[in-house]
């Protein structure tokens, strides 16, 4: 059964970081693109960052570069999102998804569907002003 934990959320003030981590089960970690996506309250969800499956390709939405980082841990199983420069606008759920790909990653192969792949339950991240 495949399991998608997502941790690290939090409170800070606005300019402040935090570090997302996303712990992935019962999958073959590496044939897996890995994407944070995020919701805020009233929103509808979109994609804040897709890394492919070594780690040598990451996209990210325009209003996330150069703030936020993704990178993975193949040998952990583990994806991560390093957010700097918080903005109180960066507040929303954010979610850890997998969907298999063992392949070179192209930036239409990110930002799929809630019903591909697998999810986690989500992290708040609340940024305040």
């Known amino acids: 059964q495949v399991q998608v934990v997502e941790s690290g959320g939090g409170l800070v003030q606005a300019g402040g970081s935090l570090r997302l981590s996303c712990t992935a089960s019962?999958?073959?970690?590496?044939?897996?693109?890995m994407a944070w996506f995020r919701q805020a309250p009233g929103k509808e969800r979109e994609g804040v960052s897709c890394i492919g499956w070594s780690g040598g390709v990451t996209y990210y939405a325009d209003s996330v570069k150069g703030r936020f980082t993704t990178s993975r841990d193949n040998a952990k199983n583990t994806l991560y999102l390093q957010m700097n420069s918080l903005k109180p606008e960066d507040t929303a759920m954010y979610y850890c998804a997998a969907n298999f790909h063992p392949y070179r990653l192209n930036e239409h192969d990110c930002w799929w569907g809630d019903s591909d792949g697998f999810w986690g339950q989500g992290t708040q991240v609340t940024v305040s002003s």
């Open positions: 019962g999958l073959t970690f590496d044939d897996y693109t």
